[in-house]
């Protein structure tokens, strides 16, 4: 008798561990499904996030590059050394057919080489802060080999741990032929008053 009620109540204290177990584990795996759960709720909404900001950068990337693209001035942004973009302006005006004419080249390459050390020490100063923006006339070469005259600013921004240069060209050829034109017909208009008045002068004497 006293065996069967030890054998008894040894089965029902291992049942009672057996069920402590099992209840320690359900308690655990319903933990974990509701951390999973939250932890998969937290993974959409990440996800919906990360996709709606990468939307958001998109969009402004596809505006800023609609905006470049269509301005009339030429433009283009060296990292030290080479030209990392140059937008459609910029293109027709250096008489590239296509971006990697120009992508990757160095910048010196579309001046004449007599403005090399000039360009050198300006960008210089403007990289290093210790100039503002400013405009200056500069020849520049297309890759045909022909020259144009050209207003040339220059500025800095700052990408990273480094600064980048942005170049504003703009095509003033046709207004300096024009302003040589002018300056030939009031050469003209100079001679010809300076003419007629010693022709007048000359008449005088011999009257």
């Not at 998969?40 to 969009?59: F, H, K, P, V, Y």
């Not at 005006?93 to 080249?105: C, D, F, H």
């Not at 390459?109 to 210089?124: K, Q, V, W």
Request: glycine share 6%; with cysteine; proline share 2%.
């Amino acid at each position: 008798m006293t065996v069967n009620l030890l054998l008894l109540v040894g089965m029902v204290g291992s049942l009672l561990v057996l069920a402590w177990v099992f209840y320690l584990l359900y308690r655990e795996g319903s933990r974990r499904a509701k951390v999973e759960t939250a932890l998969t709720l937290a993974n959409r909404d990440l996800e919906r996030r990360i996709d709606s900001r990468t939307r958001e950068l998109q969009d402004k990337e596809r505006f800023l590059s609609a905006v470049i693209d269509n301005m009339r001035d030429a433009m283009f942004v060296v990292r030290p050394g080479a030209v990392i973009l140059a937008n459609r302006a910029c293109l027709t005006l250096l008489g590239a057919t296509s971006p990697e004419q120009v992508i990757g080249k160095p910048a010196l390459r579309f001046f004449p080489a007599t403005s090399h050390e000039r360009i050198r020490a300006r960008s210089g100063e403007i990289l290093s802060g210790d100039q503002a923006a400013r405009t200056t006339a500069l020849a520049i070469t297309r890759l045909d080999g022909k020259t144009l005259d050209a207003e040339v600013t220059s500025t800095s921004f700052p990408d990273g741990d480094q600064r980048l240069l942005l170049v504003m060209l703009r095509d003033v050829s046709a207004i300096r032929a024009t302003e040589q034109q002018l300056r030939q017909a009031q050469k003209m208009e100079a001679m010809g008053q300076l003419t007629g008045g010693i022709a007048h002068d000359f008449n005088n004497l011999l009257a």
